[in-house]
């Protein structure tokens, strides 16, 4: 059907048959058909495709509008986490030593020996401080064994000469017989401790005794004896008393300048208190108190009780002196009043304070 058109969808399509060249059926061609006919027939046409729209030709379908999505609920924030210790730092390992090989690497720049590992190297500083310590303590030992031979062993520190300085009553060969200093003996090996109490122990005349070595081979010793305060009349002798009331020796003759005690308890009310050695101690104090110009003018001390003593001095002067209590202060009173009245026969310093004289 020329000229014909067709619409699919709506839209026309243009009938394109009529280009197309006719087909010619099995009886066409030249001398084809029956007899008498023209020499050709028209073969009936087919009808036309429709033609599918390309998809860009396809009507756009309109778009669904979209939904608006639901805002989602923020999260929770998280606690934060407490912050970690710190890890202690590990030590770090000893580098282990390699594993020598078969072939020994080229001496030079990366390719030397190895040096002795960490290890190695502090072993060998404990050895050579080890050698250190064994050579000072054989140098020390050496020098202390020398010089124990030298003190103890040899001839040249021993014992040759002994001397006593100090003696004023006592001799000189007094001492060193009571000290038996060990002649001979090594010098260092002398204990001086033992010596000063033999002499002290020998000689009850002796206060102190000071030993001191006198290298290199001397000894010496230095001596201070007792010194009487008071005397008591025993028999045809006299006992030495010292300022601590020590008895300490019995001469035949009264050494010059030292008092002599009387001691006359017999009608003190006090007697039953104060026993004959307690009057003994308030004497030797007494004694002890006077200055050096009052002591060698003194000829008696009499004690009669605790707080009645009188002292006698030379020119038939006498001194009420009372009792032990405040004797420095009584000695000064009375010195000055020896020199204040020098005729004077009697004085008072039983109350230091309020001094009396009486007699000139």
């Given amino acids: 059907m020329a000229g014909a058109r067709s619409t699919q969808g709506g839209t026309p399509f243009p009938d394109r048959s009529s280009d197309r060249p006719a087909r010619k059926g099995p009886g066409s061609g030249p001398g084809s058909g029956p007899a008498g006919a023209s020499g050709t027939s028209e073969a009936p046409e087919r009808p036309a495709r429709p033609k599918v729209p390309k998809p860009s030709e396809q009507p756009a379908r309109p778009a669904r509008p979209k939904q608006p999505k639901a805002p989602k609920p923020p999260k929770a924030a998280k606690p934060a986490k407490p912050p970690k210790a710190p890890k202690p730092a590990k030590a770090p390992k000893p580098a282990k030593a390699s594993a020598p090989s078969g072939r020994p690497k ?205 002292l006698e001095l030379t020119g038939g002067r006498k001194v009420v002196w009372g009792s032990g209590e405040q004797g420095a202060a009584k000695g000064r009173a009375l010195n000055a009043l020896l020199k204040a009245a020098p005729k004077a026969g009697h004085f008072d310093v039983s109350v230091p304070t309020a001094p009396a004289v009486s007699g000139s």
């Fill in 106 to 310: 080229p001496a030079g720049a990366g390719g030397g020996p190895a040096g002795p590992g960490p290890r190695m190297r502090r072993l060998a500083g404990r050895l050579r401080g080890r050698g250190r310590l064994l050579a000072f303590g054989s140098a020390a030992a050496l020098l202390a064994g020398g010089a124990c031979w030298v003190l103890y062993g040899s001839s040249w520190f021993r014992v040759e000469e002994v001397t006593a300085a100090g003696t004023r009553v006592l001799t000189a060969e007094q001492v060193l017989a009571a000290a038996a200093v060990p002649v001979g003996a090594p010098l260092a090996s002398v204990d001086t401790g033992e010596i000063e109490r033999r002499v002290r122990a020998r000689l009850p005349r002796v206060d102190s005794v000071e030993v001191e070595r006198s290298w290199p081979r001397g000894i010496g010793l230095e001596v201070t004896e007792r010194k009487p305060v008071l005397l008591i009349k025993k028999d045809a002798n006299f006992v030495e008393v010292d300022a601590s009331g020590v008895r300490f020796d019995t001469v035949a003759k009264a050494p010059a300048g030292v008092p002599l005690l009387a001691l006359d308890a017999s009608r003190s009310p006090s007697g039953r208190r104060f026993d004959e050695e307690r009057l003994l101690r308030e004497a030797v104090g007494v004694a002890g108190d006077l200055p050096a110009p009052v002591a060698k003018d003194t000829v008696q001390v009499k004690v009669a009780s605790y707080d009645s003593v009188v």
